[in-house]
């Protein structure tokens, strides 16, 4: 059974940084691909970063392009979003992913999910 533990969220002020991780386990084959979405108070879950283990492939989303950045180390089997230059708006749960097709910002092709870790960015 595959697993996905999110760490790492927190507290910080606007222009700081935070590195989440997704911690991940029980995948059977190599080809996959794990996404970071969010969800702030009253709106949708939001697709913000994915990293394909198939072929290395990355996206962003545009309103977080130049500041996160996503990154993988296989031999620990996790993934980190680097959240630099924070902003109030980047607020919301942050969820890891997985699917064994391709990257996608729509949640409903995702079979796996974590438990979410909170990221809230205020003065």
């Known amino acids: 059974q595959v697993q996905l533990v999110e760490s790492g969220g927190g507290l910080v002020q606007p222009g700081m940084s935070l590195r989440l991780a997704c911690a991940t386990s029980?995948?059977?084959?190599?080809?996959?691909?794990i996404a970071w979405f969010r969800q702030a108070p009253g709106k949708e879950r939001e697709g913000v970063s994915c990293?394909?283990?198939?072929?290395?492939?990355?996206y962003y989303a545009d309103s977080v392009k130049g500041r996160f950045t996503i990154s993988r180390d296989k031999a620990n089997n996790t993934v980190y979003l680097q959240m630099n230059s924070l902003k109030p708006e980047d607020t919301a749960v942050y969820y890891c992913?997985?699917?064994?097709?391709?990257?996608?910002?729509?949640?409903?092709?995702?079979?796996?999910w974590g438990q979410g870790t909170q990221v809230t960015v205020s003065s």
């Open positions: 992913a997985s699917d064994n097709t391709r990257c996608s910002w729509y949640t409903y092709e995702y079979d796996y």
């Open positions: 029980g995948f059977r084959s190599p080809y996959y691909v």
């Open positions: 990293i394909s283990n198939i072929d290395g492939s990355i």
